[in-house]
């Protein structure tokens, strides 16, 4: 704790990382405060002599339009760029969460379990970590209907894809801390293999999962950004970070500021992440004080 | 070795035919019908049968499978009105949309994405030793600190955003190059390597600080060897122990992870080629899952599976021949 409380880097990244989160979790009030919704067009503050660029200086930034307006529709940008954390966060999270079940379920089945289930079990982690995450994800998305409820679609199917790594770490830990006295003590005293796992390795497991998982939700943003870009993630008028840059590739010569404002948060958001992880791991696990792995 | 290249080939399709077959049934099961796409409007039963039919999605899925299967095996036969039209070996099928044979479809597309990613390969990998290199020489402190900015942001910056900034500074700011547009290595190199620039060098940012910073640790590690200490003792140059025994030992972990990281350059080309709009398998990919495009779909999808075990087996023989401690198992 004391280590984490000296790391600049650490501090830094977790300001902006907690300054985000509130970001997400206030999306509605922050957008009542500006006055705008995310869905609204204002058609009469574009200019259509050029195609629906932004009437104004960089991209329409007014006192109404705290960030300027969104080119082609005129929806303003704050809003939508609040709202898209929501979706940016909310998704990086639960895939994140997710991943972490599924990595520790398997992880300790696979370290505590016989010679027979760890051999399937790891033969399992491996094929999933040889997956193409971005190509089947793709396909995967692009065929379920669209009416299913989109965040929580993209959170499974990144967390489907995406578990392996945690149940390696897992495994590799479980297999350690299962050799130490104080388990052989729990057996010995009688304590099943489930009362084992959940009160002797749990804990032991809680530093290496907590710093890996803090360098999976940045990853699991780029991906979900990735899928929003390639026009598989939420659905319209939802907007999205990822979303929004994709829609930049068509403007970004008009309209700079629509690449600049929803990039410039995508890159600041995860680059606080990685330096939440980054300090985390230095702080937890000694042994890698090297930058990230 | 014979028996590890079997087993590890066994692996292979094993991991391929999992990945097929989890596409038949997700694509099975889903909701819209390739077929009514196809005929599409004012179709009627009779001709919404036949198009099924010429399609080979009226079969039970197993049995669509099967002739999958055999048609990657063998070749299969596919009927087209009053006639039959044969589908030569490793048969992915037809394009549903364009109605093209898939493996011709991915030869035409596969050119553009193997130069994406050697190009940016090679770029990351030179850019990535010689900054690894100096960093890990300690000749400049601020080298270090740069690196070490470039694993964390690098860690942090998606491909395509780097791609829009890059072309929002070189093409709209500065005016320095075109627009990427694809042209052939055969038809002009120069202008090949020109417009192919930005996405190497989108791609490159992040490969470039992972080696960097790997070459660095490398550097140090060997560094601090007895080996090293022996050979300053009988007063060898320093350029030359450099060269000759730190570099080599600090390239060693760089060698597998080129093999992998090329096989997963072409996976996330499907963002780079979008971003850039060339013309690859990625973009074939992305368009093809738009339209529901089923056999296109299926061969890319094993077209990079594909890749991704060649390349982890490619992988472990280059760390065996480099490093004579390791033993295949």
Redesign the interface.
């Known amino acids: 704790m004391r280590a984490l409380r000296r790391d600049r ?1 650490f501090l830094v990244g977790a300001a902006i990382a907690l300054l985000m989160i509130l970001v997400a979790a206030t999306a509605p009030l922050l957008a009542a405060a500006a006055g705008q919704d995310y869905t609204t067009y204002h058609d009469n503050l574009l200019d259509s002599a050029r195609g629906g660029v932004p009437l104004g200086r960089l991209g329409g930034i007014s006192g109404d339009h705290w960030l300027g307006l969104e080119p082609g529709t005129g929806r303003d940008l704050f809003a939508r760029v609040v709202y898209g954390a929501q979706v940016s966060l909310g998704v990086a999270v639960g895939a994140t969460i997710l991943e972490v079940l599924i990595g520790l379920l398997v992880g300790t089945a696979a370290g505590l379990g016989g010679r027979w289930a760890d051999g399937i079990l790891t033969r399992l982690v491996d ?1 999933v970590l ?7 994800a ?3 998305l ?4 669209q009416d299913w409820p989109r965040p929580l679609l993209l959170a499974t199917v990144i967390a489907v894809l995406g578990w392996g790594g945690t149940a390696r770490i897992t495994r590799g830990e479980t297999l350690t801390l299962r050799t130490r006295d104080y388990v052989a003590a729990a057996r010995l005293s009688g304590a099943g293999w489930f009362r084992i796992a959940r009160r002797e390795i749990l804990p032991g497991l809680t530093a290496p999962v907590l710093t890996y998982a803090a360098l999976l939700l ?1 990853t699991n943003m ?1 991906v979900e ?2 899928l929003s ?4 993630g939420v659905r319209p008028p939802t907007p999205s970070w ?1 979303q929004m ?2 829609t ?2 068509t403007w ?2 008009a309209d ?1 500021m629509y ?1 600049i404002i929803p ?1 410039g948060l ?2 600041l958001t ?2 606080s ?3 939440v992880a ?1 300090g985390l791991r230095r702080a937890l696990d000694p042994r890698q004080s ?3 792995r | 070795m014979i028996g590890y290249l079997a087993r590890r080939l066994g692996g292979a399709v094993l991991v391929l035919f999992g990945l097929s077959l989890l596409l038949y049934g997700l694509f099975y099961l889903a909701p819209s019908d390739p077929a009514v796409l196809t005929c599409g409007k004012g179709c009627t039963p009779e001709r919404l049968a036949e198009v099924r039919h010429a399609m080979g999605v009226d079969d039970p899925v197993f049995t669509q499978y099967r002739h999958f299967l055999e048609g990657i095996v063998a070749g299969r036969d596919y009927p087209a009105g009053p006639n039959t039209r044969h589908c030569p070996a490793p048969c992915l099928g037809y394009s549903f949309e364009t109605d093209q044979p898939v493996t011709a479809l991915l030869a035409d597309r596969l050119p553009v994405s193997a130069s994406l990613a050697f190009g940016a390969e090679v770029l990351s990998l030179v850019a990535g030793i010689g900054a690894g290199l100096l960093a890990g020489l300690r000749r400049y402190r601020w080298l270090d600190r740069v690196v070490n900015g470039l694993v964390l942001a690098g860690y942090a910056v998606p491909v395509f955003l780097v791609g829009l900034l890059l072309l929002l500074l070189f093409c709209v700011q500065l005016q320095w190059l075109p627009f990427p547009t694809y042209v052939p290595l055969t038809t002009d190199p120069l202008a090949w390597a020109q417009n192919l620039l930005l996405p190497w060098v989108a791609l490159a940012v992040i490969q470039t600080a992972a080696y960097a910073r790997l070459t660095r640790a490398g550097i140090q590690e060997t560094l601090a060897e007895d080996h090293i200490r022996t050979a300053r003792a009988y007063g060898l140059p320093e350029s030359r122990i450099v060269r000759r025994r730190a570099l080599r030992g600090a390239l060693l972990p760089l060698v597998t992870l080129t093999a992998i990281d090329l096989a997963a350059i072409m996976t996330s080309a499907v963002l780079t080629e979008t971003m850039f709009g060339l013309p690859g398998v990625g973009q074939l990919l992305v368009g093809a899952v738009n339209q529901i495009d089923l056999p296109v779909v299926v061969g890319v999808t094993l077209l990079t599976g594909l890749l991704i075990v060649i390349a982890n087996a490619v992988a472990d023989l280059l760390y065996a021949a480099v490093d004579p401690r390791v033993e295949l198992r």
Do not use: D, Q, Y
């Open positions: 880097g094929l040889a997956l193409p995450i971005l190509v089947i793709i396909s995967l692009a065929i379920v209907p940045p780029v950004a990735g870009f390639l026009g598989v990822g840059l994709s930049a590739t970004f010569r700079p690449v990039g995508l890159f995860l680059l992440f990685v330096l980054n090297e930058v990230l």
